[in-house]
């Protein structure tokens, strides 16, 4: 069974940085797509960040310039660099990987405040 895991969520001050990770076991990594959707408290999931097999990437526009999104085939990972947080990127984030079916993780949680 595909088990998808995160890491690296937390509270953090407006302006402050985390980075999250996720590893994805028993799948062929590099062929699949992986990403990062949020859902804040009363708001729907949407996605942050996706990068494909090819490391083409996309984001959502109210991160472009803040996030980064990577990958490291060799060792199953996917992160998300956040800089520049703001109240608004509260939210559970959750790591996804995709090619003929979606694999969602737990999801960490992210807190921005002071």
Do not use: H
């Not at 990770?21 to 942050?48: D, H, N």
């Not at 472009?64 to 984030?93: C, H, W």
């Amino acid at each position: 069974q595909v088990q998808v895991v995160e890491s690296g969520g937390g509270l953090v001050q407006p302006g402050g940085s985390l980075r999250l990770s996720c590893t994805a076991s028993r799948i062929w990594f590099s062929s699949y797509t992986m990403g990062w959707y949020r859902q804040a408290p009363g708001k729907q999931r949407e996605l942050v960040a996706s990068i494909s097999s090819t490391f083409s990437t996309n984001y959502a526009d109210s991160v472009k310039g803040r996030f980064t999104i990577s990958r490291e085939n060799a060792k199953n990972m996917v992160y998300l660099q956040m800089n520049s947080l703001i109240p608004e990127d509260t939210a559970v984030y959750y790591c996804y990987v995709n090619r003929d079916r979606t694999y969602w993780g737990q999801g960490t949680q992210v807190t921005v405040s002071s």
